[in-house]
């Protein structure tokens, strides 16, 4: 059985802010890299075989905490960012809400394509599903820890997994340095086994952006 640890990055200012992030390319601030540096001994725990992480900054230094612990390396792959927010990236939601209210109300309700262009939740599924199964296949019958971001890890995982998107929107957003575990074998398939496992934070006001 093949076991994936996908992993939400640590707070940036961006996320405290509640900046749109998207794909903008934001660092962990300090309680970023110490939720990092608390969540890594408990995933070294359970004795990863390999650890892949989204190019963008917060995700790197977030693997980098757990790298530190294992010794293993960190494979980077691009398809593993988080959606593009288009014309919303560096705004605040409250900036959002005021210069695109159409595109943001249908954003709210759950349109998987909204406008302002927003990158489509299918195309976001797909490709960060993809890496995830890359991923896996890389490991058969490990266990790989993925750093990526809240947005992108429920589609991706969402998408594995076979499920509608009206069914997706029932799942809470990762707290930073959450993680949801998935396993597979040959008879049952992907599997979701846990979700939002990690040390006790503050919840996410908004979805992951």
């Not at 489509?120 to 790989?144: F, I, N, S």
Request: aromatic share 4%.
């Amino acid at each position: 059985m093949t076991r994936l640890i996908v992993w939400r990055h640590g707070n940036t200012d961006w996320n405290a802010a509640n900046r749109v992030q998207g794909q903008t390319d934001v660092p962990l601030n300090e309680l970023g890299r110490d939720q990092a540096r608390a969540a890594a001994p408990l995933l070294a725990s359970l004795r990863p075989d390999a650890i892949v992480s989204s190019d963008l900054s917060r995700a790197a230094e977030t693997a980098a905490a757990l790298a530190a612990l294992t010794g293993l390396p960190v494979r980077t792959d691009a398809r593993l960012r988080e959606r593009h927010f288009g014309q919303w990236q560096g705004l605040h939601l409250t900036e959002v809400a005021e210069r695109f209210p159409a595109e943001y109300a249908r954003w709210r309700a759950g349109d998987p394509a909204p406008g302002a262009d927003l990158e489509p939740l299918r195309d976001l599924g797909e490709r960060v599903a993809a890496a995830l199964r890359e991923a896996a296949d890389a490991a058969p019958g490990g266990t790989v820890v993925i750093a990526t971001h809240g947005g992108g890890s429920r589609q991706g995982v969402g998408h594995l997994l076979g499920w509608d998107p009206s069914v997706l929107r029932t799942i809470g957003s990762l707290a930073n340095c959450h993680w949801t575990e998935l396993r597979h074998d040959d008879v049952r398939g992907w599997q979701l086994r846990a979700h939002n496992v990690g040390l006790v934070t503050a919840p996410a006001v908004v979805d992951a952006v």
